[in-house]
């Protein structure tokens, strides 16, 4: 039997507790296949939003489940990446999934109650740590691939925001603007997105004055700021620039310096005798 609404790994802290399931007998209808969205002000191009064509085409094959995976932090100078993977019900898909990155906190808090109450949802995190041992897209692959071994129920395709395919199971397609054509994959950047940002948020508690709250670890003015001023945190990743110089500034005696490749260095070289009597008969 699925299991709905199932929110696996997110912490407790996290959680919005007055996200509630609607009522029984009272589904929301199916989201339209295509949704044309006006552009903003001064923009001549029409934004077409993500539609659940690909997985309704999966679905007439006998392909399902069918799930869309995508996450939200690779850019960030500090905090972790967040991978979430979402299988959709066909019969109950919220209205006004997009792209998370087209839709105010407001909206993705809104959609995130509506898709955890009617999708099988599943959440992993790729820490600070593992970023700087793996790399952020090492991280990311990887907290993408725990995601979906983590739903309720083992995904038959999963549709995967970016270039690169997953080492799953199951068929794994990756779709370059994934998040802005397939519902499934724009619906996980939702749940990512929200997560990352409410984990932001906790951390921003535990370390005042760089405004985690606002920013959520991008490199904006007022985060490099704080970075000069106040030095990194230990939710800081070691290896992206800012970070590294100000780990250089404030706490110089924890960067290892650079070798010189060119250094000159003692050689011992052995001479066998019988080349260095070689050597002198010949003169």
């Known amino acids: 039997m699925r299991r709905r609404g199932a929110l696996r790994t997110i912490p407790a802290m996290i959680r919005d507790q007055s996200a509630k399931k609607p009522a029984k007998g009272a589904p929301e209808k199916a989201a339209p296949k295509k949704l044309v969205k006006a552009a903003p002000a001064g923009k001549s191009a029409i934004i077409v939003a993500p539609s659940f064509r690909r997985e309704r085409a999966l679905i007439k094959r006998g392909v399902w489940p069918v799930a869309g995976c995508d996450e ?27 792209d998370s990155k087209r839709l105010t906190a407001e909206e993705r808090e809104r959609l995130f109650d509506k898709i955890c109450a009617t999708a099988q949802v599943s959440v992993a995190v790729a820490s600070r740590s593992r970023i700087d041992r793996d790399n952020i897209l090492r991280a990311s692959l990887w907290a993408l691939k725990r995601a979906v071994v983590a739903l309720p129920e083992a995904p038959r395709h999963v549709f995967v925001d970016g270039r690169d ?3 799953t199971e199951c068929d794994c397609e990756a779709v370059i603007g994934g998040d802005g054509i ?36 991008y490199a904006v003015p007022e985060h ?17 620039a800012p970070v590294a110089a100000a780990r250089a500034k404030h706490m110089p005696w924890t960067v290892e310096p650079a ?7 003692d050689v011992e070289v052995q001479v066998e005798a019988s080349v260095e009597a070689d050597a002198a008969a010949n003169l």
Do not use: N, W
Request: charged content about 20%.
């Open 72 to 98: 939200a932090g690779r850019g960030p100078l500090a905090g972790p990446v967040v991978a979430a993977a979402v299988i959709l019900d066909p019969d109950r898909i919220p209205r006004g999934i997009d």
């Open 165 to 167: 395919r997953l080492d």
């Open 182 to 217: 397939v519902l499934s994959i724009a619906a996980a950047s939702i749940v990512a997105k929200v997560t990352r940002d409410r984990l932001m948020c906790a951390l921003a508690q535990d370390c005042p004055g760089y405004g985690f709250e606002q920013h959520k670890g």
């Open 224 to 240: 490099l700021d704080a970075l000069d001023r106040l030095g990194p945190t230990v939710h800081h990743r070691s290896f992206f």
């Open 259 to 265: 070798q010189d490749l060119f250094a000159v260095t």
